[in-house]
């Protein structure tokens, strides 16, 4: 789905993505760890069209889509979230969810005055969906809530519930689980399976929580420093030797043995 | 009948003129804000611009009154608008398109937008004059009073007329459409809610698909709209002078952030507060307090805070009080 080409970014003297290439396949869950300050979110950001690579290509679905702006990435089919949220603070939470779809109405300057009718009906089907989207994300008590007002979790799983406006093709997601509690950390994962099984959603996915992530992801990739360390099953890449010395630093896992 | 004498009196010096010009500040920090909601950037070429598009409608007023084409007892200048507003949005489109759209892809701080903005500023006022030349210009033609002084005394048996020009009808009546019309794009249209989108988290934006490029196009077209309705129904209301609206430059940014620079509300009411202030500033109210105190009573002096060569003082003023005080301006917070 997502192939990435030997890319590099760097901010000022920081190197924070490596030259490195990877591949996102289609309809798996992918997903992405590292240490803190590994590039992952930068390389988010590169396929995301957020900023250009300065080096390197990212294809997407056999189409070379390096440079592009997200705008148009979105009429691609991909969707991402932010690690930390961004939300539209002067729109209540529903408002904001229903923005996702606004490219996609059909409206002219003609059809805003002489078919409100045909408009209302599209409406009133992205409020149906937005109804079931906040349900499911247990933020339905503060849909009329602007969004800015929610808490750092409420605004997380706003977040993700942006991405399940619309259909994509490929999603993105930055630490969704951060901040949520386990309960619904839970149903979250149950969620994105589902959307993955049934309308077969392709997932990359930045996240600490080794739980979460064998439980969901196959394969994982593992980043530090801006490169690619490794990439495999939860399992074998929680017993590499590389990945624990990466994480926890030179020297660590002979100590631990 | 002192009473009425003094009501008219004020409305007739006072509060019909502030309400006039208030409008017309109106429109034009409306047009800064939209630009800066979107842009994030103070626009100090505006005044400039509103003189570019005053007399390019000039222009096709000359042309239309020399094919005899006018509009009866209104301003020949009513039928140019369309076209001034077309010229304008040209000019402003080739700003965008050679000046701010090289800064917005290196995304350039805002203080470099604001200083390419002066650059243009002092562009335009050059190019202006080039055209039009440094004399006064009077292009209202048509009925001139709605109202006459005298046949109002007459017809009202007070000492006092009450004049009422038809550019003042205008003005108000245009500015009332304009901010309808404006009102309704912006919560009703899909472009105008993605306007708002944008404005509100440009990251985000773009996530939902919002093309930015067409963002930037339909503000400045609306900033262009905005510019023209200012400048025109300023200069039908009084004259055309080249320097006129980069004096009205101050009042207008006064305005905008008086009402918290982004809010449209706020630019309407930042408008009028100006407007009021600066004309109730310097009006001398001796007359009218003459016919509210007993008889035979006057005041000593003329009872006005500031002579008319003052009164951008007054937008001054109120600039720096507002930014010491609340430098939000009255409405905070949300902006388009
Ligand atoms: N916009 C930016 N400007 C400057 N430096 C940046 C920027 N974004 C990231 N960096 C730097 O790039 C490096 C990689 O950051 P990145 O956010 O990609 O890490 P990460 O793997 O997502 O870490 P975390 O797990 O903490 O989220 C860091 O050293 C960071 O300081
Ligand atoms: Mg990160």
Redesign the pocket.
């Known amino acids: 789905m997502i192939s990435v080409r030997n890319l590099y970014k760097h ?2 003297g ?1 190197q ?2 490596n030259g490195i290439s990877l591949e996102i396949q289609t309809g798996l869950i992918t997903g992405l760890i ?10 988010f ?1 590169l396929i995301a069209g957020t900023f250009p690579p300065d080096q390197g290509q990212i294809m997407l679905d056999g189409e070379d889509v390096s440079g592009l702006r997200p705008h148009q990435l979105f009429s691609k089919g991909l969707l991402r979230t932010f ?1 930390i949220p961004h939300e539209f603070h002067s729109l209540t939470a529903r408002e904001n969810l229903m923005m996702v779809t606004l490219t996609l109405l059909r409206e002219t300057l003609i059809s805003a005055w002489f078919q409100r009718k045909t408009l209302h009906q599209q409406e009133r089907k992205i409020a149906m969906k937005a109804e079931e989207v906040m349900e499911f994300l247990n933020i339905r008590h503060v849909a009329d809530e602007l969004a800015g007002n929610l808490s750092g979790g409420q605004k997380k799983l706003l977040e993700l519930g942006r991405t399940m406006m619309v259909d994509a093709k490929v999603v993105i997601l ?2 969704v689980g951060a901040g949520v509690n386990r309960t619904l950390l839970k149903e979250i994962g149950d969620a994105i399976e589902l959307m993955n099984q049934e309308k077969g959603y392709t997932f990359c996915m ?1 996240e ?1 929580d080794m739980d979460f992530i064998s439980r969901l992801c196959n394969p994982v990739i593992v ?1 530090a420093e ?1 490169k690619l360390l490794t990439e495999g099953s939860a399992e074998e890449v929680k017993s590499n030797e590389m990945v624990i010395e990466a994480y926890l630093g030179r020297g660590a896992s002979s100590g631990l043995n | 009948m002192d009473f009425l004498n003094a009501i008219v009196l004020l409305s007739n010096y006072v509060l019909i003129p502030s309400l006039v010009y208030g409008s017309q500040l109106a429109l034009g920090a409306l047009g800064v804000t939209i630009v800066f909601g979107i842009m994030r950037f103070a626009n100090f070429a505006h005044g400039e611009m509103m003189s570019f598009a005053t007399v390019s409608t000039i222009f096709i007023t000359w042309w239309f009154q020399s094919i005899g084409l006018t509009a009866g007892i209104l301003p020949t200048a009513l039928l140019a608008l369309p076209f001034g507003i077309l010229i304008t949005g040209l000019l402003v489109w080739a700003t965008e398109r050679s000046v701010f759209s090289y800064y917005r892809q290196r995304k350039s701080k805002p203080v470099i937008f604001v200083i390419a903005s002066v650059g243009v500023m002092f562009m335009l006022n050059g190019v202006v004059r080039l055209f039009i030349g440094t004399d006064e210009i009077i292009f209202m033609d048509g009925l001139k009073f709605l109202i006459k002084a005298g046949e109002f005394k007459k017809w009202s048996g007070l000492n006092e007329g009450l004049a009422l020009k038809q550019t003042q009808v205008l003005t108000v009546l245009l500015a009332i459409l304009a901010v309808a019309w404006l009102f309704w794009f912006l919560q009703k249209t899909k472009m105008g809610k993605a306007m708002r989108a944008f404005s509100d988290n440009e990251d985000l934006a773009l996530l939902s698909g919002i093309d930015p490029e067409k963002v930037v196009r339909a503000t400045w077209f609306i900033s262009a709209v905005l510019i023209t309705l200012a400048g025109v129904l300023y200069g039908l209301d009084k004259s055309y002078k080249p320097l006129i609206y980069f004096h009205l430059l101050l009042p207008i940014f006064a305005a905008a952030i008086v009402g918290g620079i982004g809010q449209p509300l706020g630019a309407i009411l930042g408008g009028y507060i100006v407007a009021f202030s600066e004309v109730a500033a310097t009006y001398a109210f001796k007359k009218f307090l003459r016919y509210l105190g007993p008889e035979g009573w006057s005041p000593e002096d003329l009872v006005q805070l500031l002579s008319t060569e003052y009164k951008f003082a007054v937008s001054f003023l109120i600039l720096v009080l507002v930014l010491l005080i609340r430098p939000t301006g009255l409405f905070k917070g949300r902006v388009l």
Do not use: R, S
């Open positions: 901010f000022g920081v924070a993505v590292g240490p803190n300050g590994a590039g992952k979110t930068t390389l950001n690690q930055d630490e930045i600490h980043m801006g």
